[in-house]
């Protein structure tokens, strides 16, 4: 038996006892090899130790209970985790959301969504300098205190929160929130962008207690988007037109260019 195959059985053996202790010491007991030579070969293989393999596979064996209904703090005992912050902070470090969030957007089947032509639009807002971040629902940490109020009057038909202006060397984006307007020109400390027509996969994020758990449901929601959406469509992105998030009165849609 070779090399693969004998590491193929160690998968196996990982993948049907994730619920309990496993130790390097006993997967290389069961592989044949002394500890030492086991986790050699074992990193030259997967690239991590062999403690690191169990905790990545674990951390995605929970992520599938949450997404199935699973409770959060009884998945994170399933799994070998002895606190709900424990589990939390583990979670939040492999995948980038909290379990809490990741098990409500699983569980309403991520979002609504649906497939809509638009027309191009007009938006009046500020353009934001925001060192090292492209999350989504950054609003949510944005204080607006330091710039001008909408002018009174203008448009309730909604405000936009999206990313432009990548720089060319760091790739580091800029933040621009405002109101869509139809309004001929923007106010004082306003700054003016054109949303093109595009047809667009309009994603419904589900409704939050709070701001704040809203502009990490937003994030998260993105995340998704790129990382499961895609694989699962035949839609493509349209590079050529612009993505944003768009907000009116309890409602949170996030709008990705797709052809």
Known sequence: ????????????????????????????????????????????????????YVRRMRLRAAAQELADGGAVLETALKFGYDTHAGFTKAFEKEFGIAPNIYRKLKGDRMMNVSIKNEPEFK???YVIETPDSNEG????????SKYPQYPAGCDDQGEVA????????SGELKYFFGYKT?????????EEIVIPAAQYAVFEVPAAQSAEALAQQVNAAWKEIFATWFDTV??????????????KDDKSFIYVPVK
């Not at 070779?2 to 993948?15: L, P």
């Not at 999206?162 to 060397?169: G, K, Q, S």
Request: proline content about 4%.
């Open 182 to 190: 139809s309004d001929e020109k923007p106010a004082e400390g306003f």
């Open 123 to 125: 938006v009046f807002g």
């Open 234 to 247: 035949d839609y493509k992105y349209d590079e050529s037109k612009m993505c944003f998030e768009f907000y």
């Open 137 to 144: 629902g950054y609003w949510g940490k944005v204080d607006f």
């Open 162 to 169: 999206m990313w432009i202006h990548p720089a060319e060397v």
């Open 1 to 52: 038996m070779g090399y693969q195959e004998q590491f193929k059985n160690c998968e196996d053996y990982i993948a049907a006892h994730l619920s309990e202790p496993i130790t390097a010491a006993e997967l290389a007991y069961l592989a044949g090899y002394s500890l030492y030579h086991f986790c050699r070969v074992f990193k030259a293989l997967y690239g991590v130790s062999p403690g690191e």
